[in-house]
């Protein structure tokens, strides 16, 4: 593999881990999002990591946005009281993932289901796929009766098969159809019919826990549907055969142009983004009072021996874009950069729009809001449309 890297003004901070991703490149600096027009805390969506003791919630948490690496979760304690994380960055990804510890009672009169259950988000519920797994199905059935037979919430609600690095993929696959048919049979005993349940193989071992997360982190995303057609209309017109709009700190994908993902291409853009974080930071300038890893002039190119070329560009403090598209459709490499350009603008216009509509809905104007959306978004997907198609 070449490196044909231009890796921009790299700075980072020095006596870093050679080889890993770096711990402190984290969510860790000034940005407060209820200052630029975000939500505030209480009123950013939720994600609820439930699931029986040792199933892995905290582990899972920590390895997403924490930078922990696998094996150093065997040290983890058990948890023994609720723990939020608020996950706020400058861009889309704005919410609290709660770990809960092991099991919780429902019927403990100090359970205040209103205030937990009460807002949106997701459910993440965590089952240990390498034990009996008939436990923790009773305990989701229990759940599931709660919360949406009960309380009606706004919660999607997403079941994690955890731990499968240990399974075979024929055992991976009848887990799955088990797990599915007895939750289907589980809802149709409750009376629940529209809930949507969706199932995931995971390990914190590999990506599949990255992907995993970014499914659920999507559905949180008001502006993804918008997000997906600048994608689109951005590859369309330059040859590009696959894009993601990657959160750098986390490497979960927000957003992806509308052709199916398939894991290896995500691993291979994962791959890359930690290849240009470990560069800036062991090569990278240090300017003055500046310790990003990850900058305005953040890009890279590099070259596989199989005729494709891996392109990186920064959108914003916390988003890149990274494509794979053949070494041949680089050879308009000026094209590819004047669309990325616009690309670039028209995430820049929803993500104003994103905070316009926030200070509105803060200043009670709720009749203003379709008009300024429909008009930025038009403004945003405008700002793609006029790339240049050759
Ligand atoms: N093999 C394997 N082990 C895992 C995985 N995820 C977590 N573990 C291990 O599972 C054990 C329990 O993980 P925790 O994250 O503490 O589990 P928890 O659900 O938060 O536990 P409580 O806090 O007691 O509710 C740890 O030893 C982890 O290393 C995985 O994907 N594969």
């Not at 209480?42 to 699931?51: C, H, Q, S, T, Y």
């Not at 969706?198 to 918008?226: C, G, N, R, W």
């Not at 009670?364 to 006029?386: I, Q, R, V, Y």
Request: glycine share 6%; with cysteine; aromatic share 10%.
């Amino acid at each position: 593999m070449a490196f044909e890297g231009e890796s921009g003004s790299f700075a980072g901070p020095p006596g870093m881990n050679v080889g890993s991703f770096p711990k402190d490149f984290d969510y860790q600096d000034e940005y407060d999002p209820e200052a630029a027009g975000g939500p505030s805390a209480d009123n950013k969506p939720r994600i609820l990591l439930m699931g029986l003791r040792r199933s892995g919630k905290s582990s899972i948490q920590k390895v997403v946005f924490h930078k922990m690496s696998p094996n150093e979760t065997l040290f983890l304690e058990s948890t023994s009281k609720i723990i939020r994380d608020d996950i706020s960055n400058s861009s889309f990804v704005q919410f609290q993932i709660w770990d809960f510890p092991g099991q919780i009672n429902f019927f403990d009169p100090t359970f205040d289901s209103d205030l937990i259950f009460g807002g949106c988000g997701a459910l993440i519920f965590v089952i240990d796929a390498q034990t009996d797994f008939t436990p923790s199905l009773a305990i989701l059935k229990e759940t599931l009766k709660f919360v949406y037979a009960e309380s009606h919430s706004c919660m999607s609600c997403e079941v994690f098969i955890h731990k499968v690095d240990g399974l075979s993929d024929d055992a991976k696959m009848e887990v799955n159809q088990q797990m599915y048919q007895t939750v289907i049979d589980d809802l149709e005993e409750l009376g629940i019919k529209h809930l949507p349940v969706s199932f995931y193989l995971t390990s914190i071992y590999d990506h599949s826990i990255f992907e995993a997360f970014s499914k659920v982190v999507q559905k949180l995303i008001p502006q993804l549907s918008t997000l997906e057609n600048l994608l689109n209309i951005f590859i369309s017109n330059s040859g590009i055969e696959k894009a993601f709009l990657f959160d750098v700190v986390s490497k979960i994908y927000i957003a992806t142009d509308s052709s199916p993902v398939d894991m290896q291409s995500y691993e291979l853009c994962c791959d890359m983004i930690d290849v240009v974080i470990d560069i800036s930071c062991i090569y990278g300038d240090e300017e003055e009072g500046d310790t990003s890893a990850f900058d305005q002039q953040s890009q890279s190119v590099i070259k596989l021996n199989n005729a494709t070329i891996l392109y990186l560009r920064e959108v914003n403090k916390f988003l890149a874009l990274v494509c794979i598209l053949r070494e041949d459709s680089y050879d308009r490499q000026g094209l590819i950069d004047y669309n990325f350009h616009c690309f670039r603008k028209g995430i820049h216009q929803v993500f104003e729009l994103r905070n316009k509509m926030a200070a509105l809905a803060s200043s009670a104007a709720p009749n203003a809001l379709p008009a300024a959306a429909a008009d930025d978004e038009a403004a945003a997907a405008n700002a793609t449309t006029k790339a240049v198609t050759s």
